[in-house]
């Protein structure tokens, strides 16, 4: 499966984004997908997780209550929406599917997209 991720760009602390991550080549929804992110200088992060169906996800801590994760079969996009964004949300952010069951480890997922960068400014 390829995926496409889109949306980011540049937003003021508190404002929001919306990611999106479009699949094409393979059935989308025998994927779990992911979003994960890389700051400077470190190393790439978990961010959140969806089910095949989209009934089970999963957060980061430090994203919890803030960003939203979502997907539409029909369309094989998974969306991550982002609200109160704060300056360490600052990252590359990526999107990447995996077979069976959603995970929040970076090494179980096989399909990644190219990444899109968000920059929260104070």
């Known amino acids: 499966v390829q995926l496409q991720a889109s949306g980011g760009g540049l937003v003021q602390a508190g404002g929001s984004l919306r990611l999106s991550c479009e699949a094409s080549?393979?059935?989308?929804?025998?994927?779990?997908m992911g979003w994960f992110r890389q700051a400077p200088g470190k190393e790439r992060e978990f961010v959140a997780t969806?089910?095949?169906?989209?009934?089970?996800?999963a957060y980061d801590d430090s994203v919890k209550g803030r960003f939203t994760i979502s997907r539409d079969n029909a369309k094989n996009t998974v969306y991550l929406q982002m609200n109160s964004l704060k300056v360490e949300d600052t990252a590359v952010y990526y999107c990447?599917?995996?077979?069976?069951?959603?995970?929040?480890?970076?090494?179980?997922?096989?399909?990644w997209g190219q990444g899109t960068l968000v920059t929260v400014s104070s």
């Open positions: 969806i089910s095949i169906g989209g009934g089970r996800t």
């Open positions: 990447a599917g995996k077979g069976g069951i959603s995970s929040t480890r970076v090494y179980e997922y096989a399909h």
């Open positions: 080549g393979r059935t989308f929804s025998d994927y779990a």
